[in-house]
């Protein structure tokens, strides 16, 4: 387990090097000049020089990027300009919002997901499975923004049942005291309800909006699965042997059917991370989906290269994760190993 | 044909009728029987590449002409589908537009095809360097987050039609030549292959015109889902700023401008070209999944 | 709209009473802290408290506004209805006497000022500011040297509570500039504690934390998320402000906070599209608050050292051409004052801004494109500042429509907001939109900065022109010597000269918009155009 483990970690350098290089070059191509905002409105081009070479952006690229390398290994992502602070501490403070809502859209998504895969399955080419398909593939053919937009006109504006969209906690509650970053379990082990529905409102039309758009793969997925493990000869051998279908579908035929859904999971989670940049604007959402993308409009790339790199990791680590799930899930894929 | 043939000496004896073969057309003709909603995403298609190909030809107003006494009109007998806060013609515009997304769409699937199947292809067919060049690039770009690194291509390259295909092509890229490469693995070895390699055709010569359309049918599945995709992702990229310029028409940049004017009443602005965007990536996933029936020969009985 | 609010009604009880999440206000508790505490919504926050520090962006000045004191400030006058900050008439803040002389001004402090902390405010920490302020380089200094504030020798400390200030040379925009965000009073001793070696003038300190004797300080700033100001109950500068606590939102989406401020759970926001303030202000159930900027103007400009816009045929063709009261139907919805379509016997005044005689006339502006050998027209390409797409798009799109009508074609440039301080400083644009706003309100300093041959940033256009120059600089000496009547010729000379050669072609001077609900009161309008905490009024 140990040696698998390291070599994963082994293969993933090389993808990890690449993104460094890329990202580098990346925001030095991309237009906006650093030194002309640090030197501020009426600076004159020698001005603006000056604060270039304070900056060492007049350095040859190689030079520059040794630098930024050093940086990195010193755990010094940069400043970002428009919040002022250190990259890692920003990114450190809206990691947790950001995983939170993930985690939660996607649990909502595998709660309704996963059922009507079942279901489809099951019934296949009935009235269920067309319906499946066409619900799950309408939730993925609009654009996130715009389900998250018609979410809150619908439930918060027209309704009044979700609260304001003014992003992790009403103004008028403080956070729990931070032990993972996660409000909804920082304020249960403060044992504060009040605070854990405080905190739960919000987060419920952000995670509806992400869990709408993940549905589609999931059900197709969980669908297909089953289709092929309910063709097996175990199960029909279950069957003939009179067992419930009750229990034939749920604990014979879904416990085989869960690894390559389980896949899909770590497939969609990854996807899903990328993806909310625009749910977190929406619903402003202080993840770090919306402060990579206010810092890559206003040519900011510190914050950028920062939150690319962590998400590399992220996903190093994600699928890592993933396989010794496999393994724990079936036990050929640890002996093949 | 039936009964037994008299042989007249010296006639040559008639050819035997053709086996029954399960042809295509008729095997789409079965699954589309079988499966309604694909009858109905083929139909979808058919109605949007009419309006991109006559689009401009039948708008009833010119997509870009304001008429600003007119603005912000709700659905009316003048305007079907209402007009935009400079007055143009809401109808006009998603018409228009469907060249423009379907465009985007195909050729952002062409050029990702071009790219990443055959680098795929090529990478499972001659394995060695180039399966390991092909991979590190595709793990290179999958350890991005995708929506991110398109936004960041074009904000580097400017905000063109040209650049938001390329920056779909590049993301798409890894998923092309991972599932190519899979398929040439498989049918390296394989019977007809070797047969070409023996009448003397060149390695290169074999990948392009024996394998490659062998890959295929299954790349085409796949094709469908990303040219749904690529629509997304240019509307994904209009909200944030970084999609077409104005005042070209297109679906994602009007959904993203008329996202704000929902709270406002004025839900036609949105509504409309969402729709359009929506039946039309509703449809690609549909057809998506219709031609993975009728291709997937596990399915054929 | 009527079934929306019987929705509204029913469901906010429903919602109430069944509802594990009911809101805020249905707690007593909660309710007494709504009440007391005001929320401001916008699009972006600052990222930096201090006005000093380095690339500070705009929503940080009104942080260093609300939290800073300045020597003097202004007396409030009323205009329209709205209290308007008076540019000729001064108030003491920190100050408690000002004695004008020939070359200095000597400042008393008042005897009970404090900063914050406890401790007092005394002349050196005065001079230390203003020192940081010429000395740090950027915008702050640039600022102070509008008013010929550019040394530290020019402040004098003479004793514990007096300060002088010698002047350079005899400049009418010295004692404006004393009172605009930059020279705020900090407290020298505290920043010094948590100055370095690398950073003697302690910016690292002064933008996480405010450090001064204002009426409010930061208590909590997130940056990006939120910044939370509590009042200062021991401030001299003026009347203790009425409301305890600010807490300032950044909301990324536009309908989102509109949609905040019409269900009331927002109570200030100026930061809205204009369509909605003018459907907010016929809904009738928010206060909205509409100032013309000063001394500021939209328009669009043109590089005249580059053909084809170098001759002045080709621009008043252009200024012929552009649909102006399109935009300001489609665009300001009725929110700014035109700058065009003045009619043939206006007379020009001694002020700014002020409209020229252009209108929309096709006509004409083909005819001139042909008398200068452009009848078959070019093509070019038409900028803005994606910073302010909200306005600037649509002016562009509807501009381009109708140049395309005399046949210039423009391709659309649309730069992101944090370059464009750098392209416009680059002077390659043919043609782009923008605006320009000074803080200092007299026709002169516009003129400085946009029309001068000196060719600042701001002379986006790249103009240079002898005569131009002899009138400003004629304006700028006759204002300092109290000479009206040279002062009022010279300034009329300027903006006809402006308006024959129309480098640039204003087009509106903006309003400055903010709504409000019901029970908020006490909107003051200041050059800075940003809110000022300190007269704001809740129930």
Redesign the interface.
């Known amino acids: 387990m140990l040696r698998q483990t390291g070599k994963r970690l082994i293969t993933a350098i ?3 090097i ?2 460094i290089v ?1 990202t580098f070059l ?2 030095r ?3 906006g000049d650093t030194a002309a905002y640090f030197a501020g409105p009426a600076a004159t081009p020698q001005a603006i020089a000056e604060v270039r070479a304070k900056l060492g952006l007049d350095q040859p690229l190689p030079k520059q990027f040794v630098r930024y390398v050093r940086d990195l290994a010193h755990g010094d992502f940069g400043t970002s300009l428009t919040t002022g602070q250190p990259v890692i501490s920003d990114i450190a403070s809206r990691l947790p919002a950001s995983a939170e809502l993930t985690l939660l859209g996607l649990v909502i998504a595998m709660a309704i997901a996963v059922p009507l895969g079942i279901l489809a399955a099951v019934r296949q ?1 009935s009235l269920i499975d ?1 319906a499946c ?2 619900v799950a ?2 939730g ?7 389900t998250g ?2 979410l809150v ?1 619908a439930f918060y ?1 027209l309704l009044g049942w979700a609260p304001a969209p003014l992003g992790r906690l009403d103004v008028f509650y403080t956070p729990p005291p931070q032990v993972t970053g996660f409000y909804l379990i920082d304020s249960l082990l403060a044992r504060d309800l009040a605070l854990f529905r405080a905190c739960l409102a919000p987060l419920i039309l952000p995670a509806a909006t992400l869990a709408i758009f993940s549905l ?1 793969p999931i059900a ?1 997925m969980t669908r297909a699965a089953m289709l092929s493990v309910l063709a097996s000869d175990f199960v029909r051998t279950a069957r003939a042997n009179g067992l419930a279908p009750h229990r034939v579908i749920v604990t014979y035929a879904f416990r085989n059917a869960m690894l390559p859904v389980v896949t899909t999971l770590g497939m969609v989670f ?2 899903l ?3 909310n ?2 749910v977190e ?1 929406v619903f402003a959402w202080p993840g770090i989906g919306s402060y ?2 206010e810092a ?2 206003a ?1 900011d790339y510190a914050p ?1 290269q920062g ?2 790199l962590t ?2 990791v992220l ?2 680590l994600l699928n890592l994760a993933i396989d010794l799930l496999y393994g724990v899930i079936d036990p050929r894929v640890r002996i093949e190993a | 044909m039936s009964g037994a043939m008299r042989m007249e000496p010296g006639a040559v004896a008639a050819p035997a009728p053709p086996a029954k073969q399960t042809s295509l057309l008729s095997h789409a003709r079965h699954v589309i029987g ?4 694909t009858g109905l995403a083929f139909g979808l298609f058919v109605l949007l590449a009419l309006c991109a190909l006559l689009g401009p030809a039948i708008a009833p107003y010119d997509p ?3 008429d ?1 006494a007119a ?1 912000l009109q709700a659905p009316s007998l003048h305007h079907w589908f209402g007009t935009d ?3 143009r013609d809401i109808l006009s515009r998603v018409m228009v537009a469907a060249r423009l997304d379907l465009g985007i769409a195909i050729f952002s699937v062409a050029l990702v095809f071009a790219l990443g199947g055959v680098s795929g292809v090529a990478a499972g067919f001659f394995g060695g360097w180039t399966d390991l060049i092909v991979g ?2 595709a ?2 770009i ?8 398109a ?3 074009v ?5 063109t039609v040209t650049n938001i295909v390329i920056a779909t092509a590049i993301i798409n890229f890894p998923l092309y030549a991972r599932v190519a490469r899979a398929e040439a693995n498989v049918r390296r070895d394989a019977g007809f292959v070797q047969a070409a390699r023996l009448s003397g055709n060149g390695e290169l010569r074999i990948v392009l015109t024996q394998v490659l359309p062998n890959v295929m049918p299954i790349m085409v599945v796949q094709m469908s889902l990303t040219m ?1 995709y690529a629509i ?1 992702n240019a ?2 990229l209009s ?3 970084l999609g077409v ?3 070209t028409p297109e679906w ?1 940049i009007m ?2 401008e008329g ?7 004025e839900w036609w602005i ?1 509504l409309f070209p ?1 729709a359009a ?3 039309a ?2 449809c690609f ?2 057809l998506g ?1 219709g031609l993975r029936d009728i291709v997937d020969p596990q399915r054929r009985t | ?1 009527k079934r929306r609010d019987f929705l509204k009604s029913m469901t906010a009880l429903a919602a109430g009473s069944a509802l594990p999440t009911a809101p805020a206000i249905w707690s007593p508790a909660k309710a007494q802290a709504r009440q007391e505490t005001l929320l401001i919504v916008s699009e972006s926050g600052p990222n930096n408290l201090d006005i000093h520090g380095v690339g500070t962006n705009v929503p940080g000045y009104e942080v260093s506004w609300n939290c800073y004191d300045r020597l003097i400030s202004h007396e409030m006058k009323t205009v329209n209805g709205t209290p308007y900050y008076d540019r000729d008439k001064f108030k003491m803040e920190l100050a408690d006497d000002m004695a004008i002389g020939d070359m200095s001004v000597t400042f008393k402090l008042k005897k009970n000022a404090v900063f914050q902390d406890g401790t007092p405010v005394t002349a050196k920490d005065v001079k230390w500011s203003l020192d940081r302020a010429v000395s740090v380089g950027g915008f702050p200094t640039f600022q102070m040297g509008a008013g010929s504030l550019t040394k530290p020798e020019q402040f004098v400390v003479l004793d514990d509570r007096t300060i002088r200030i010698d002047f350079l040379r005899k400049d009418r925009l010295t004692i404006p500039d004393l009172a605009v965000i930059v020279p705020c009073v900090i407290n020298s001793e505290l920043v010094k504690k948590n100055a370095t070696e690398k950073d003697p003038w302690g910016l690292e300190y002064t933008k996480q934390n405010t450090a001064g004797s204002g009426a409010y300080r930061v208590t909590n700033w997130t940056a990006g998320t939120q910044v939370v100001l509590e009042r200062n109950d021991k401030w001299t500068g003026g009347p203790l402000p009425r409301v305890k606590r600010i807490v300032w939102r950044m909301v990324p ?4 906070r ?2 905040l401020l ?1 269900r009331g759970d927002a109570d200030i926001s100026y930061d809205l ?1 204009n ?2 303030f003018v ?1 907010l202000k016929d809904a009738g159930k928010l206060t909205i608050v509409s100032t013309p900027y000063s001394n500021g103007i939209q328009y669009i400009g043109m590089n005249v050292k580059n053909p084809p816009f170098d001759d002045p045929k080709v621009r008043q063709a252009v200024a012929c051409a552009i649909p102006y009261q ?1 935009i300001m ?2 665009v300001l919805f009725g929110l700014g004052r035109p700058l065009f379509g003045a009619p043939a016997d206006y007379r020009t005044e001694a002020a700014w801004p002020q409209p020229h005689k252009f209108t929309t006339d096709i006509a004409k502006a083909k005819q001139l494109m042909a008398e200068a050998g452009h009848a078959d027209g070019f093509e070019t390409t038409l900028s803005f500042d ?1 910073g302010f ?1 909200g306005v600037n ?2 002016i ?3 501009t ?2 109708s140049l395309a009508q005399i046949g210039i074609k423009t ?2 440039n ?1 730069v ?1 907001g944090a370059n464009w301080r750098t392209e416009l400083n680059k002077k390659v644009m043919p043609l782009y939109t923008n605006v320009f706003s000074g803080w200092l309100d007299y026709p002169e300093y516009f003129f400085i900065w946009c029309y001068h041959g000196k060719n600042s940033i701001f002379n986006t256009m790249s103009y240079q022109s002898k005569a131009m120059d002899a009138l400003i600089d004629g304006a700028s000496v006759a204002a300092a010597e109290g000479d009206k009547a040279g002062y009022d010729k010279d300034v009329k000379g300027f903006v006809d000269l402006a308006y024959a050669d129309m480098p640039r072609i204003p087009l509106y001077q903006p309003y400055v918009n903010v709504a409000m609900q019901k029970n908020v009161s006490g909107y003051q309008y200041w050059f800075h155009r940003r809110l000022d905490y300190r007269a704001l009024v809740k129930g």
Not at chain 3, 253 to 256: E, L
């Open positions: 090389p993808s990890l690449g993104v890329v990346l925001t191509v991309l237009p080419g067309h398909r066409i593939t309408a993925v053919s609009l654009p996130v923004f715009f937009l018609l006109y504006f589609a197709r990854s996807f991370l990328g993806a940049v625009l604007k990579a993308v890559l409009i040519s950028v939150f690319v998400m590399a996903y190093v | 079988e499966n309604p909603v870009l002409a304001s600003v603005k806060e400079y007055g590190r690039i793990d290179t999958m350890a991005f987050p995708l929506f991110v690194l936004m960041g291509i904000a580097a390259l400017g905000n749904g997304l509307a994904g909200f944030i700023g310029r104005p005042p994602g959904v993203a996202a704000g004017n929902i709270i406002s009443g949105a969402g965007l929506m039946l990536v509703f996933n549909l999944d | 709209m989406s536009a309908g989102n509109r949609a019409e599209p369509k909605d459907e399109k139907d489609a994606l797409a798009e649509p562009c799109v509807l381009q429509e391709t659309i649309k992101p």
